[in-house]
């Protein structure tokens, strides 16, 4: 399938875990790839690695079950760009490789788009849905297939990453109770109080 070393048992993984098979998983799974060949081949330290994603779609997944970076573990970072950008690099250095797909590489066909609105819509016909997958796997397929400098400009990159989260206390709220962060707690009228019940009418 792809020249990386990722096999297409990993796609199938990627698949189980997002739960369907998607051009936007392809995407992701072929970014993920790209990024940890690049990342074999440039980086001599075995430091922690992070994601950013600068979208929240089908692909992260991929990327999380690739790369193992995810958000409980505080290594995968949403920036809510809308872009099918995916950054991987060290937690210390911040030295890594920005994958970012090229135009057109997702556009999908007009029937594609039409049977997409009927979906959305609950207006397809069951024949309909039928198709809808078989073009939606077929495209997938399509871009599990490309040459990855068909699908993204690659290169090189720096970027400054927040410290770790630290472990903090936690206090009761004063209004609800719940213990809640002490850094998290705003302070209303003398009173600590959980963003939660700050934002209750
Ligand atoms: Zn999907
Ligand atoms: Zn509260």
Known sequence: MTKENVTSEDFNRCADFHGHVC?????GFRAAGAGLEWLRENRS????LV???????????????????TFGK??????????????????DSGAGVRVAMKPGVIELSERHRELVKKIREESATEDERKEFWDIHRQKSQEILGKPVE???AIRSTNATLPGKAMIEPSIACDQCGEPTMVSKLI????RNVCKECLDKP
């Open 45 to 48: 330290v075995d430091e922690e």
């Open 74 to 91: 505080g290594n995968l970072i949403h920036k809510d760009h809308g872009k099918q950008v995916f950054t991987f690099i060290g937690r």
């Open 187 to 190: 302070d209303l009228d003398g």
């Open 51 to 69: 994601a950013i994603v600068e979208n929240n779609a089908c692909g992260v997944d991929a990327v999380q079950v690739l790369t193992g970076c």
């Open 150 to 152: 068909d699908l993204f």
């Open 23 to 27: 051009p936007g998983l392809a995407i």
